[in-house]
């Protein structure tokens, strides 16, 4: 007969097994699940990876392809000027600035293999954004300039003076600085009531007067025929209509293009700016009795004084013996002081109507315009105001 304990326990310990069996493979089928979800969610990983960066490559692949091959570039004209000795590399930077290349190193690494280097020369170019890479290099060869071979074009830049630019135009091919030095003092030009013929042997008596702008030249040019294009141009600035206005004035002719010459040096903003500076001066020679007492009191006065003398090492100061020193002498220096633009010129011509005596250059830069002494004194005294 069987023992119903032992049966009992028996019983017991099969079904305890088979749930510890159970448990057992329900966890080992957990961890296999597990596994496999991880395994799937990697391979996902890895094919989103694999997709975007495909997709980005192909994008970076795409902007470069279009970049050298000039593909769905908006329509743009532009007019590049490549001087001489200049880079490719400076080369590519205009033309990036111009918006004619994306990528200033792919151009560099495509020109290197397409001899951008033996390619491109000095001249005025016209591109636009319808040129590849390729085109691009190979319009910038000196055959297709603009300017014709022979000719060099010119910036003479705002208030050089009359040495400043025959250094210029002599640097450029212009003519040689001795034969321009001998025409600026010797030559007389005939047709301009400006200019004092009686003053030869003197360079100051075309200063002034030499209009800074952008000419175009032969090399080798006659330097009396290269001057003379800057004097005409002076003229056609200083048109009937300018001249019957300074006629109106009250001021002589040459005493405008002194005022202009320092509205010139001392400005460094737009145009009302300079008018206001021109206030300032008319100001102080109008008003002697004021506390200027006539004085101009200008340092570019003294610099130029030192500049055209060759005392450029020289210490600045206000005790030089020259009819160009404002501190020691009143009213306008004996000459103009630089070629002024055409703006400093119509601010001398046409200058605000203010009670102003005194400016000074903030750090905000721009001029600040004062009435009176102690309000000019305690701008300079203060934090915005910005030294020479």
């Known amino acids: 007969m069987s023992d119903p304990k032992k049966s009992e326990t028996t019983s017991w310990d099969a079904r305890k097994v088979r749930q510890e069996s159970g448990k057992s493979?329900?966890?080992?089928?957990?961890?296999?699940?597990?596994?496999?979800?991880?395994?799937?969610?990697?391979?996902?990983?890895?094919?989103?990876?694999?997709?975007?960066?495909?997709?980005?490559?192909?994008?970076?692949?795409?902007?470069?392809?279009?970049?050298?091959c000039a593909l769905n570039k908006e329509p743009l004209t532009v007019t590049i000027e490549v001087e001489k000795g200049e880079s490719v590399g400076k080369v590519a930077t205009k033309l990036k600035k111009a918006g004619l290349v994306e990528s200033k190193t792919l151009f560099l690494i495509f020109g290197s293999v397409f001899d951008a280097k033996e390619t491109i020369g000095p001249g005025t170019y016209e591109l636009n954004s319808d040129m590849d890479f390729r085109c691009l290099i190979n319009s910038m060869n000196p055959s297709n300039s603009l300017i014709p071979e022979g000719v060099v074009r010119v910036t003479i830049p705002e208030g050089y003076t009359v040495q400043e630019t025959i250094a210029l135009l002599a640097a450029e091919g212009v003519s040689t600085e001795e034969a321009l030095t001998e025409a600026a003092k010797n030559y007389v030009f005939e047709g301009y009531d400006f200019i004092n013929n009686e003053q030869l042997g003197d360079i100051t008596r075309l200063e002034?007067?030499?209009?800074?702008?952008?000419?175009?030249?032969?090399?080798?040019?006659?330097?009396?025929?290269?001057?003379?294009?800057?004097?005409?141009?002076?003229?056609?600035?200083?048109?009937?209509?300018?001249?019957?206005?300074?006629?109106?004035?009250?001021?002589?002719?040459?005493?405008?293009?002194?005022?202009?010459?320092?509205?010139?040096?001392?400005?460094?903003?737009?145009?009302?700016?300079?008018?206001?500076?021109?206030?300032?001066?008319?100001?102080?020679?109008?008003?002697?009795?004021?506390?200027?007492?006539?004085?101009?009191?200008?340092?570019?006065?003294?610099?130029?004084?030192?500049?055209?003398?060759?005392?450029?090492?020289?210490?600045?100061?206000?005790?030089?013996?020259?009819?160009?020193?404002?501190?020691?002498?009143?009213?306008?220096?004996?000459?103009?002081?630089?070629?002024?633009?055409?703006?400093?010129?119509?601010?001398a011509t046409y200058p605000s109507n203010t009670d102003y005596y005194y400016f000074a250059y903030g750090k905000d830069g721009v001029s600040h315009f004062f009435t009176n002494y102690d309000d000019h004194l305690a701008f300079v005294n203060s934090d915005m105001y910005q030294p020479d």
């Not at 296999?32 to 970076?60: C, E, W």
């Not at 007067?209 to 175009?216: C, K, Q």
């Not at 030249?217 to 006659?222: N, P």
């Not at 290269?226 to 019957?244: K, T």
Request: glycine share 6%; charged share 25%.
């Open 208 to 347: 002034g007067y030499l209009a800074p702008d952008t000419y175009e030249f032969f090399e080798d040019e006659d330097p009396e025929k290269a001057l003379g294009r800057l004097l005409d141009n002076f003229n056609g600035w200083m048109d009937e209509s300018v001249r019957a206005d300074i006629e109106k004035s009250g001021h002589s002719f040459h005493d405008i293009v002194v005022m202009a010459s320092l509205i010139e040096k001392e400005a460094i903003g737009d145009d009302e700016e300079r008018a206001n500076i021109g206030s300032v001066l008319y100001n102080r020679l109008a008003n002697p009795s004021r506390e200027t007492a006539g004085y101009l009191q200008l340092d570019s006065t003294i610099y130029y004084i030192l500049r055209t003398n060759g005392m450029e090492d020289t210490e600045f100061s206000t005790d030089i013996d020259s009819p160009y020193n404002t501190y020691r002498y009143q009213g306008l220096p004996a000459g103009p002081i630089c070629n002024p633009s055409r703006s400093s010129l119509l601010a």
């Open 25 to 68: 493979e329900r966890t080992h089928h957990k961890k296999q699940r597990n596994k496999a979800q991880q395994k799937n969610m990697k391979v996902a990983i890895y094919i989103a990876s694999v997709v975007v960066a495909s997709t980005l490559l192909a994008g970076i692949a795409w902007l470069m392809v279009s970049d050298v």
